[in-house]
């Protein structure tokens, strides 16, 4: 069975974010379940897995994403997918606006509550996987300000995404 490689190294990853986390709070009884219901996806057990192009859906469609939360970034489960004219709809982030797919570009983008456009996450669905796991390092190991700044600008130049989506998901405004 082919699966998406993309896909399959965003999840070991978060399994290395979750070792990573559980070491840095280890005096913290709590840390270790509140990170392994945000960070560690199951494939999900009662369908058989379904090749996706796209990882953010391959993830979506073939894995339990309910609980994943990076940056106050979440991603629907399938059943809740919204698909548009324009647009395929992830998931959500922590200021209540839609995180979606375009379809022509296949860029990432936010959505305001009518489906209108209002920035750039990413220009593909791999960068934006690779900056959630880029979020949850800094956000565990508690960066200052000035290094969450300077990665959520990294992040939106390599992505070619909006720096203010950045530094809202790395907590990266003046203390």
Same mark, same amino acid.
């Given at each position: 069975?082919?699966?998406?490689?993309?896909?399959?190294?965003?999840?070991? +990853?978060?399994?290395?974010?979750?070792?990573?986390?559980?070491? !840095?709070?280890?005096?913290?009884?709590?840390?270790?379940?509140?990170? %392994?219901?945000?960070? $560690?996806?199951?494939?999900? /057990? &009662?369908?058989?897995?379904?090749?996706?192009? &796209?990882?953010?859906?391959?993830?979506? /469609?073939?894995? %339990?994403?309910?609980?994943?939360?990076?940056? %106050? $970034?979440?991603?629907?489960?399938?059943?809740?997918?919204?698909?548009?004219?324009? #647009?395929?709809?992830?998931?959500?982030?922590?200021?209540? &606006?839609?995180?979606?797919? /375009?379809? /022509?570009?296949?860029?990432?983008?936010? !959505?305001?509550? #009518?489906?209108?456009?209002?920035?750039?996450?990413?220009?593909?669905?791999? +960068?934006? !996987?690779?900056?959630? $796991?880029?979020?949850?390092?800094?956000?565990? %190991?508690?960066?200052?300000?000035? &290094?969450?700044?300077?990665?959520?600008?990294? !992040?939106?130049?390599?992505?070619?995404?909006?720096?203010?989506?950045?530094?809202?998901?790395?907590?990266?405004?003046?203390?």
């Amino acid at each position: 069975m082919i699966k998406n490689i993309i896909t399959n190294g965003f999840i070991q +990853q978060l399994q290395e974010l979750y070792k990573l986390g559980v070491d !840095l709070n280890a005096k913290e009884p709590i840390a270790k379940e509140v990170l %392994r219901e945000t960070l $560690i996806i199951e494939p999900k /057990k &009662d369908v058989p897995y379904l090749y996706e192009d &796209d990882p953010i859906l391959d993830l979506i /469609k073939n894995y %339990r994403v309910e609980s994943f939360d990076i940056g %106050r $970034i979440s991603f629907y489960t399938e059943d809740d997918l919204i698909e548009e004219e324009d #647009y395929i709809v992830v998931g959500s982030e922590g200021a209540g &606006d839609l995180i979606a797919i /375009k379809k /022509k570009t296949k860029q990432i983008v936010t !959505l305001d509550g #009518y489906f209108e456009q209002l920035l750039v996450c990413s220009e593909t669905s791999e +960068q934006f !996987l690779n900056n959630l $796991i880029e979020i949850g390092k800094s956000n565990l %190991r508690h960066y200052p300000y000035k &290094d969450k700044y300077e990665l959520a600008k990294k !992040l939106s130049s390599e992505s070619k995404g909006d720096l203010s989506f950045y530094r809202e998901a790395l907590g990266a405004f003046e203390e």
